[in-house]
């Protein structure tokens, strides 16, 4: 059989069962191996940043990767700040890259480009497909090279004329590799920092553990509630988590604080740091006379497990040295009440912890008007919190596109802002066709309120036109319902609390996609 | 002073007069000093490939570089696609991509990623400036490069450090390097070729002239009508070129056709191929059974003048040998009649024939549905004619951004589709932000349909759903006039050649910008 289905019949066979897709004439061949191959579903995207950030999403609900088809360089190099996103994540995911028939690279016919360097600065995995008898071998390791711990993105490059040749036969799965068990000392040695050993300073809360990665998840997270109950450490979750269980009936958990200043004051005091899952916290930006890492002077440093590493059971092995007998503490189910009022950042998390659904998937891209929404939604019923994991602004919409395919029965609330939910807004039009249950809530404040802040955090003093000019977003406003309705999703805008809990609340109760354009009145 | 303010200084003094800017938290300091520098004009994008393509569309009309601002790896890889074009293009341009502190690297931070690589991908210089008292010297020989003839794109990587220590002063231009003079042997073994010397075959008509980069331009233009007057060869002009001066008074030119079997139908028969300012033609995309290179086998291919040769200075000399005495042949002034009926592409063509403004710039992504327009705009009053470069789609808007800053006194037609006006649709919110003189059509035939064609070409069967999904941009049809007006641009539909025409003709006799979705009823 030609390259393109064997390639296709063994991304299903390995468990991909979804590609979204923005082809070109280079990747004709394998668009029309799709009607043969029903186990890989096509999904539409109008731009690669679209494609690849639906992968992302799609990767961190299903725990197995999705494919994206992208056209030749300049189509991976539309979806890599998604992609970059993705490798911060460790989520699973394989790029086929289709490119000029091998026989025409060296004609540098006008879309020629680097495809390997670009794909090389996002993926673990990189291989040049050369004849169609290796395209199937060559895609069934990437998907095992996407699914090893912790996953991660892997990209396959297919030529034209090795996807449209005869003589391929599809390949069979190649095992992933697992979780690294964590070393038994190890352990023991997180167990003694817990203990207080006479090795370490004293002062049972001034140890934290910092979760991340899988920890984020209920064995996870249920496995440190124990350990901190029983020791009085405390936890703390990473700033970006890529996927984080969480709501009433789970242990509540607080994450480290974004802004730096922040982060080093819920860290003062800690004099030694337990890593679960989680790196060293470093500050996400450095500003003039702030130090780089967040962790006080003179603060240990411990790793109990790595993201390559099983830390769900290096917590569960560490919580039945040091915790046996106790329970998880469970967060109470607890809703904030619908506010009255103005639609500020503060009502608008209120509204949303008031109305959140059981088995809700947030997609978080919420940034300057998010700071309300993780107390506001604790004590919510169970749900999912997708964060923005690289900082490259853009991932929220499609992330939400790709959550709402892998888990078509949850509802799926996607919070963007004005700034950012412009770089992927085709997003919306996904949503359309594919009939997601996406809500969207975009936050207006018509500003990049974020760099008002960062301006004055690097010392940056603009008191003029042209600086300032360069972070409104106003002039003109963007009407965020018009672009909806021209994408196909019926949409609202609402300007007071009382109007957003309507809204949200009619678009929850409603199958399909909709959008809220959230305008607040007191910017956040 | 400050890095970023000596930068500034420097760009502005170098010629640089415009930054299309995208910026984020260490892109604070550059934002800042714009303030104090008025002769760099900040121009906010809401997605940087619109900075990169607006960059290109600037450059190619004022001859001199844009600057860009970009935000770390991400905010570059966004803006990959349009500086791949503007490489193909041979653009002067210069992006100043923001990194973090130089200390702040090793920490690995969230939005790390290897800036380096992605810039050397389009840039034919790159430099990572590593102090502040360098950063202006780095900035001057960053403009020089991207001016050497023919122009191409430089990347400075400005950690934020540099940017905002104190210990910098600005930096003299550097004199871009000229393009190289054409030797004279060269000159007359071309004129030796013309004459139909005893070394080659004979036959007149079967000498062909290939114009490219500033070839294109009116002096190159007459030089080779004088040329192709005198010895009957005949003048073909590069399939995409970056900018074409055309319309009655002028030289016409028919451009090499974008399907390789009419290429090679316009080819047929050639003996002797003469390159000025043009590379030899390859074909597009490679297809089964059809050969990279267009020129007829045994076709001499001789080269007049290379990209950073002055191919003008070349085609006049060769003139003066070969046809002393000639005049160059003006196309004359004719227009279509405005036509009736349905809108098709050939009838929007000739509506935009019979409309088009003296001094016009058309950035045309009309794809598919701009088949009939050469013909139908030939005998137009002067304009220039600007293409998709390096065929990487999203390209047309915002290059119509940038000609429309650099040209405010002349109008701006943005022919688009609408499956590639969609991956750089945020470009109408600068339009209308800057209050651009550009009215935006776009050709609304609800599919891919160049993929349509390409489908059948590549000798793919594509009956199923699953493939045929992939390039249909119905379910839901996409509504240009809602995402118009969400954006500030007034907007209309047009779905009959009459209403084309009163659309066209009220947007281009109002100033500021206007979208017109022409809805074909026989696409294109």
């Known amino acids: 059989m030609r390259g393109a289905q064997a390639l296709i019949r063994t991304l299903a066979a390995s468990g991909v069962g979804v590609c979204f897709s923005n082809p070109g004439t280079s990747e004709m061949h394998f668009v029309a191996s799709l009607d043969a191959v029903p186990q890989l579903r096509g999904v539409l995207c109008l731009f690669e940043g679209v494609a690849t950030g639906a992968a992302d999403g799609y990767g961190r609900m299903a725990g197995r990767p999705a494919a994206t088809l992208l056209h030749l360089g300049p189509g991976l190099a539309n979806g890599l700040a998604n992609l970059h996103n993705a490798r911060r994540a460790g989520t699973p ?33 990189v291989r040049r497909s050369a004849r169609s008898a290796d395209v199937a071998a060559d895609a069934a390791e990437g998907v095992a090279a996407a699914r090893g711990a912790p996953g991660g993105v892997a990209t396959l490059i297919l030529p034209a004329d090795v996807s449209w040749s005869e003589g391929a036969q599809p390949a069979a799965p190649v095992p992933p590799r697992p979780p690294s068990l964590v070393p038994d000392p190890v352990i023991e040695d997180a167990a003694e920092v817990l203990r207080g050993g006479t090795d370490v300073l004293q002062g049972g809360p001034a140890c934290v553990i910092l ?33 984080l269980e969480r709501g009433a009936g789970l242990p509540g958990l607080e994450r480290l604080a974004y802004l730096a200043e922040f982060a ?98 947030v997609s ?37 596109t790709g959550a709402a395919v892998a888990c078509p029965d949850r509802p799926v609330l996607a919070l963007g802002s004005d700034g950012s939910a412009m770089y992927t807004i085709p997003a919306l039009w996904t949503h359309a066709r594919e009939q997601l249950d996406v809500t ?30 360069l972070l409104d977003l106003s002039r003109p406003d963007l009407d965020f319902t018009a672009l909806a309705r021209g994408m196909g999703v019926p949409a609202a805008r609402a300007a007071s609390a009382g109007e957003f809990a309507g809204e949200l609340a009619r678009a929850l109760a409603e199958p399909g996609p909709h959008l809220i354009e959230a305008v607040l009145s007191q910017p956040g």
Chains 1, 2 share one sequence.
């Open 93 to 125: 995911l394989v790029n086929v890259v289709g490119d000029h028939a091998t026989y025409h690279k060296r004609f540098d016919a006008p879309l020629e480009s680097d495809i390997d360097s670009l794909a090389r600065t996002v993926s673990r995995w």
């Open 264 to 361: 080093q004051a819920q860290l003062a005091g800690t004099q030694r740091l337990i890593l679960a899952g989680a790196r060293a916290p470093v500050s996400f930006f450095a500003y003039p006379d702030l130090p780089s890492s967040l962790g006080p002077d003179g603060c240990q440093v411990h790793t109990l497990a790595g993201a390559d590493e099983d830390v769900c059971a290096a917590l569960e092995a560490l919580a039945d040295r040091v915790a046996p007998g106790t329970r998880p503490q469970p967060q109470p189910a607890q809703r904030p009440a619908l506010p009255g009022g103005g639609l500020t950042a503060e009502t608008a998390a209120e509204v949303i912890g008031a109305l959140l659904p059981e088995g809700a998937i």
């Open 364 to 400: 978080d891209e919420a940034n300057t008007s998010g700071l309300w929404l993780p107390a506001a939604t604790a004590g919510a019923p169970r749900h999912d919190w997708l964060t923005l994991t690289g900082g490259a602004i853009g991932q929220g919409l499609p992330v939400a």
């Open 211 to 243: 979760l991340g990665g899988a920890a984020l998840r209920r064995p996870g997270l249920d496995a440190a509630s124990r350990i901190a109950a029983a020791t009085g450490a405390r936890l703390l979750g990473e700033t970006f988590p890529a996927r």
């Open 440 to 469: 969207t809530v975009i936050f207006s404040n018509r500003r990049y309120a974020i760099l008002d802040l960062e301006l004055q955090r690097v010392g940056a003093v603009a008191g003029g036109d042209a600086a300032r000019s």
